[in-house]
């Protein structure tokens, strides 16, 4: 297996959100994560990234495998297409940004600077990076937002290529993006009813 989690409990704020998730998921597959806005999906997610610890349980992973796509695209806004690209392959010891540049259909756009892109040509930009990582775990926080339907339809076979070469993906997205390779994890069972509080503001779980 590539990622597992094991009796997983994750929160935000100190609220515990998510409890009991146990899950693997193995070389060439995908995980959709389905729940409603607030679900923890991007809490979730980010312990499963390590940018969190888990409130209980354990994420079971080998070191540098993960690449996560956060709603944030992670751009320099002065920098050109290909010198963002080159700047994240740089990070990740790649060389070789024309697939991301190829997959993403980014190669008219590489000398313009990111600050003068759409909304949707800065997220497939944006959805590039994982492809520089050489990471076999992706992690995908709404990952077709700003996408258009033609957008959507490439980063799906972006993705199953990506499984295909033997990696696994963990997505949440309330977009359909027929994926057969992708089993659901429905979060409404694991979700843990914050406890009454004076002066807490639950539109933060």
Known sequence: ???????????????????????????????????PNGAGKTTLLRTLAGLQPPAAGRVTLAPDTVAYAAHADGLKSSLTVAENLAFWAAIFGCRDIDRA?????LSLLARRPAGELSAGQKRRLGLARLLVTGRPVWLLDEPTVSLDA???????GVIRRHLAGGGAAIIASHVDL????ARVLELAPYRVRALARDGFDEAFL
Do not use: K, N, W
């Not at 990622?3 to 609220?15: C, N, T």
């Not at 540049?101 to 259909?105: I, N, P, S, T």
């Not at 033609?150 to 799906?156: E, K, M, P, R």
């Open 150 to 156: 033609a957008s959507v339809s490439l980063f799906a």
């Open 178 to 181: 027929a994926l057969p390779e």
């Open 101 to 105: 540049v190829q997959a993403l259909d």
């Open 1 to 35: 297996m590539l990622i597992e989690a094991h009796s997983l409990a994750v929160a935000r704020g100190g609220v515990t959100v998510l409890a009991g998730l146990t899950f693997a998921v193995a070389p060439g597959a995908a995980l959709s994560l389905r729940g």
